[in-house]
């Protein structure tokens, strides 16, 4: 039986025109995927659109209803643009309320004379939502069924990761194993690779060139959930190293 | 008449395993976000998604029908795991067959005898394909109908933009002015931001904060392609500014 049968999957919605226009340079995708992957959770898509609130629900609901988890970041501030909250509550057929939880935590940072028309929008959350503790700002994400709502500013996402993280499930954790190709081009071990790879097929193998100061230089990776199918599959890796460095020798 | 009539869009589709797993932090798209606005090209739309051929075909219909251009990097080495060329053949419903000219061009880095099976598979594109010029390792990527396929790896991704750009429909330049809201914390302006964002529909005004140093920043970006509509958002958003520090001393 396959490993995946039982894996806990997940995507992410990066929602923001500043990430699509370049402006801002995403930092939250890299982070939460190597959040996930501590968690046993499989990262398996991200996409990124930008302010529009029907992209928005295509996309959450695309990606809900393929994973087990939907984390998005981004759209939950007070201003005319951050319209998060209200395409999440359209996509998922929930009314969306201002929770007073939410205006009493924020009345415990700002006076009640403050506490203005575009403020209270951060209130709204759909009804049956669930907070996502905000340590820096205060103002929660939320978790409403599968979908996980977090902020795009990079300190506050990861204080709220950190605080939905015991809620979630979690699947077999990866195990994950680098091998370093020194002095073997890419070209010379891809088929012997591929022939691993087909023999471990619980097991993904990937082979990840870089470029720099002139020269390629590449990575074999050995990722599983079965211990010894990946311990396995490192041994076969490394004797088609040794071979092919001693046919090149 | 909406300045969107006559935008050129574009998305990117990032395949990669890698990306997913954290291993890799991803920098083509910020990179292929910059270059696309400079030259007048609207990006809309990115996905990541794995080395699964369903998955890539899946990603590559749906946006290629949808924005000008579809962009796509990583995937296209020697690997078993490098699969786009096969999954961007099948979306297309074209034939993928060995080009000779890239032989041609392996064959003067390469001596025939190390000309194997799995380094021919780089030379495989779809029938009908143009070359995209690759400076550094030589074997190109290509375009075919609006789909350009390029390599994962930054420094060749961005020889291969360079060699493309050329061939590419531009819009109008996007024009971006930035305001620091320098003491106005954004609930504050929320509201008047809002109204003049509704003022200039053909402009997109964006209130950005960012946290460091233990505290909030705040930038206003204010973007379109009609000169005196974005001047005149500006002076719109900095009277605004202006009003509300006058309020606060």
Partial sequence: MSQADHSISAAILVIGDEILSGRTKDKNI????????????????????????????????????????????????????????????????????EDPRIIALMLERLKPEDLNEARRRMARIPRGADHVENKISKVPGFMIENVIVMAGVPAIMQTMLDSVAPRLRTGAKMIVETLETVGLPEGLYAKGLGEVAALYPSVSIGSYPSFGEGRFKNSIVVRGKDAEQVAAAVTAVQELMDRLRAEQA
Same sequence: chains 1, 2.
Avoid: C, S, W
């Fill in 30 to 97: 890299g982070f939460i995927a190597d959040y996930l992957m501590a968690l046993g959770i499989d990262l398996r898509e991200v996409r990124i659109v930008a302010d529009d609130e029907q992209d928005i629900i295509d996309a959450v609901n695309a990606l809900r209803q393929r994973y087990t988890y939907l984390f998005t970041t981004g759209g939950i501030g007070p201003t005319h643009d951050d319209i998060t909250a209200d395409a999440i509550a359209k996509a998922l057929g929930l009314e969306l309320y």
